[in-house]
């Protein structure tokens, strides 16, 4: 499966962003998705993760409350919906499938599929 994300931008501390990941293939249901972020100097970490038919969502400490993942299997697409965003969100945004049967997973390495990442800057 290839994943295209999009969505990332400038914008103020306390703005909103949505960001978007568009998968190809016919089986997009199949695939449990995440998305992670890296910011500069650091280690990619877990952000959050959506089981295969959507009703379940896991999120990393740092962002449960702000961020809500979602995804339309009609559309091949997972969402991050980002609100009252910090400085210490900026990152490069990445999202993931899984094509195990498990779930959740919040290590990168169990991940099989990943986007090409999309920037997401806050100003403070």
């Known amino acids: 499966v290839q994943l295209q994300a999009s969505g990332g931008g400038l914008v103020q501390a306390g703005g909103s962003l949505r960001l978007s990941c568009a998968a190809s293939g016919r089986t997009f249901s199949s695939y449990a998705m995440g998305w992670f972020r890296q910011a500069p100097g650091k280690e990619r970490e877990f952000v959050a993760t959506i089981s295969w038919s959507g009703g379940s969502t896991y999120y990393a400490d740092s962002v449960k409350g702000r961020f809500t993942i979602s995804r339309d299997n009609a559309k091949n697409t997972v969402y991050l919906q980002m609100n009252s965003l910090k400085p210490e969100d900026t990152a490069v945004y990445y999202c993931?499938?899984?094509?195990?049967?498990?779930?959740?997973?919040?290590?990168?390495?169990?991940?099989?599929?990943w986007g090409q990442g999309t920037l997401v800057t806050v100003s403070s």
């Open positions: 993931a499938a899984d094509r195990g049967r498990s779930w959740p997973k919040v290590l990168s390495d169990e991940y099989d599929y």
